[in-house]
């Protein structure tokens, strides 16, 4: 009698971990049926995003409200950066997306500058007011090798 006790409480015990387990996988997993409730996707276009890489963080003012999601090359060549944002962030049509470094060497991100417009970037639309990333080697070797114009 006292095998078959443990044996239920053993039971329980694994059920009610494996429940933990699901819910765990869920909150920390990019399910998009789940996910696409809580965010919603914003594109930008740029023509450098040299050092930003899929999950780079995407802020304003410095904080966190978004992860970059997909990078690729459009018809003209240019960089489009999808951008996972959290749900209750609004950015209106003026704002400016810049790449930006944590630091001299530091993780490439993706920095927004709010606008003051009224009209709001509905999901899916993209960011055409932008700032590329500065490539640092070719501002150093254009320096070295004396081809920056002084004015």
Same mark, same amino acid.
């Given at each position: =009698?006292?095998?078959?006790? =443990?044996?239920?409480?053993?039971?329980?015990? @694994?059920?009610?971990?494996?429940?933990?387990?699901?819910?765990?996988?869920?909150?920390?997993?990019?399910? $998009?049926?789940?996910?696409?409730?809580?965010?919603? =996707? @914003?594109?930008?276009?740029?023509?450098?995003?040299?050092?930003?890489?899929?999950?780079?963080?995407?802020?304003?003012?410095? #904080? /966190?409200?978004?992860?970059?999601?997909?990078?690729?090359?459009?018809?003209?060549?240019?960089?489009?950066?999808? =951008?996972?944002?959290? +749900?209750? %962030? #609004?950015? $209106?049509?003026?704002?400016?997306?810049? #790449?930006?470094?944590?630091?001299?060497?530091?993780?490439?991100?993706?920095?927004?500058?709010?606008?003051?417009?009224? %009209?709001?970037?509905?999901?899916?639309?993209?960011?055409?007011? /932008?700032?590329?990333? #500065?490539? @640092?080697?070719?501002?150093?070797? +254009?320096?070295?090798?004396?081809? %920056?114009?002084?004015?």
């Amino acid at each position: =009698m006292h095998s078959a006790r =443990m044996e239920v409480f053993v039971g329980f015990f @694994l059920v009610i971990g494996f429940l933990a387990l699901g819910w765990l996988a869920l909150q920390l997993g990019e399910i $998009p049926w789940l996910t696409g409730t809580r965010s919603y =996707m @914003l594109n930008a276009e740029f023509h450098n995003v040299s050092g930003v890489k899929e999950g780079a963080d995407v802020q304003i003012a410095g #904080v /966190t409200v978004g992860k970059v999601r997909h990078l690729r090359l459009n018809n003209d060549q240019l960089a489009v950066v999808s =951008m996972q944002l959290a +749900k209750e %962030v #609004v950015i $209106p049509v003026d704002s400016i997306a810049s #790449v930006k470094s944590q630091g001299i060497i530091g993780d490439k991100y993706i920095q927004i500058t709010l606008g003051g417009d009224e %009209v709001v970037y509905k999901p899916g639309e993209t960011v055409v007011d /932008t700032e590329s990333a #500065v490539d @640092l080697e070719s501002l150093i070797s +254009k320096f070295a090798f004396g081809q %920056v114009e002084k004015k």
